[in-house]
């Protein structure tokens, strides 16, 4: 009697077991056909559109919508045309697009001791650190051509480039550029200043006695001179001039400079 018991005990035990196996089983099933469900292929096969492909989505057949009437991009919203090219027609422009002032100068001072005075120097001469350590000779503000150069020419040129010179428009902001000719043109005032130019009453200092005062050396207010390791890349030897924006270049008639061979100095140059 007892044997029964126990073999029908178990047997109750068995069926429980089996009965708690099979709704792990069919859970187990469930949330397997969850998980597979969400591994179907439309995150990679997902509709869209490829750059220059048609579709037949819209009547014209264009995967690439014409942009909307009237819009412009950020940052090219440039209604004055000067302030942001220095031109006028295609040529180059006079004068600022806004008024000077002392503020405006001391920024293009700041401006131009950072971006330009590598290769200009401090007084614009182009006979900056880079140069004297052998890059092509810059642009001397104080020859002819630049003092009578228009002040556009000057922003284009920054904007732009010229010759050896690269753009600094993504340096520089459009403001500052125009802050930087600003300060060009009182550089150019600056080293041809006549007594007549100073203001009635107004105390004028030699500047061998502020070099002196600055603790700098009496060679300091010397004429600077363009070492020999300076290049210009031009046949006469010459900084390169490149025709202004709306005109068209002329022909260089200037003979070759003569090249000093760099191995030995005293041999006679070569054309």
Request: hydrophobic fraction near 35%; proline fraction near 8%; glycine fraction near 10%.
């Amino acid at each position: 009697m007892r044997g029964k018991q126990e073999l029908e005990s178990g047997s109750e035990g068995t069926g429980r077991r089996m009965s708690l196996l099979n709704k792990f089983g069919a859970f187990g099933a469930v949330a397997a056909t969850l998980v597979l469900a969400g591994c179907r292929q439309d995150m990679h096969d997902q509709p869209k559109f490829f750059p220059q492909r048609g579709t037949t989505l819209f009547e014209d057949g264009r995967s690439v919508r014409p942009q909307v009437a009237d819009t412009v991009g950020r940052n090219q919203l440039h209604q004055d045309s000067y302030f942001y090219t220095g031109l006028v027609d295609g040529k180059e422009g006079d004068g600022l697009p806004f008024a000077v002032s002392e503020e405006v100068l001391k920024r293009g001072q700041e401006r131009y001791n950072v971006y330009c005075t590598p290769c200009h120097s401090r007084v614009g001469n182009g006979e900056g650190m880079i140069v004297q350590r052998g890059y092509a000779k810059a642009g001397d503000f104080h020859t002819a051509r630049l003092e009578a150069a228009p002040l556009g020419h000057f922003f284009h040129v920054i904007t732009n480039g010229y010759g050896a010179m690269p753009e600094y428009s993504a340096q520089v902001s459009p403001a500052d550029r125009w802050a930087i000719v600003a300060y060009i043109r009182a550089l150019q005032l600056s080293q041809k200043a006549q007594p007549a130019d100073v203001p009635a009453g107004a105390h004028v200092e030699p500047l061998s006695d502020i070099a002196q005062q600055e603790g700098l050396p009496a060679a300091f207010i010397k004429d600077w001179h363009v070492p020999a390791t300076a290049v210009t890349g031009t046949p006469n030897g010459e900084p390169l001039t490149l025709p202004a924006p709306g005109e068209s270049a002329k022909p260089s008639s200037a003979q070759p400079a003569l090249r000093q061979p760099a191995n030995n100095p005293g041999e006679t140059p070569k054309q």
